[in-house]
């Protein structure tokens, strides 16, 4: 059986080992708020992310409908040039057919003035 004495040496010796337990306690209980701030500004941070992210992907889709609606004007544009271009070949060619008869019918003038006979 334990003496008094022997108590109050276990006792002593309790003491003496929870005394820095509860000075090291402290200390990690200071480290955890710490690491809870750190914690709290990552994850402020993280919220800025996303929100420039979503400011990002917005921009983002601003700039597709540009570039759609950018892609539809230049597929017109095309459209019209070639349109245009068709038809200016087929004023060219009507331009040079009329340059042609008129011509032809000048040579005839000019040789039902001279009486010559037609040439062949």
């Not at 889709?61 to 544009?77: C, P, S």
């Not at 000048?106 to 001279?114: F, P, S, V, Y």
């Amino acid at each position: 059986m334990l003496t008094n004495n022997d108590l109050q040496a276990i006792r002593e010796v309790v003491k003496e080992e929870v005394v820095p337990i509860k000075v090291e306690l402290g200390i990690v209980k200071k480290e955890l708020g710490a690491v809870r701030k750190e914690v709290g500004a990552v994850k402020e941070e993280i919220g800025d992310i996303k929100n420039d992210v979503s400011g990002v992907k917005a921009e983002l889709g601003t700039v597709k409908r540009q570039l759609d609606t950018l892609e539809i004007k230049v597929e017109l544009v095309s459209k019209k040039i070639v349109q245009t271009q068709e038809e200016t070949i087929d004023v060219l060619s009507e331009l040079i057919h009329t340059g042609y008869n008129l011509h032809e019918e000048r040579i005839k003038k000019i040789e039902k003035r001279l009486q010559i006979s037609p040439i062949q």
